[in-house]
């Protein structure tokens, strides 16, 4: 799915991008943005771990 213009990638620049087309500003965005990856980050190891996977595939 394109998100923004032709690019199909998932990319939260790509989203950051696209804001406007979902009434969103672009502080708001950096915002959700920003809240998301500390979500990833913090959930990260907690969810390798339930998915018992080892140290090189944890990347």
């Not at 991008?17 to 969103?24: D, I, T």
């Not at 950096?30 to 998301?36: A, E, F, Q």
């Amino acid at each position: 799915m394109a998100v923004h213009g032709e690019d199909k990638r998932s990319l939260f620049e790509s989203c950051r991008l696209s804001a406007s087309n979902f009434l969103l500003s672009d502080r708001d965005v950096r915002h959700l943005i920003k809240d998301r990856v500390g979500m990833i980050t913090q959930l990260c190891g907690t969810i390798c771990d339930e998915a018992e996977l080892s140290k090189v595939d944890r990347g």
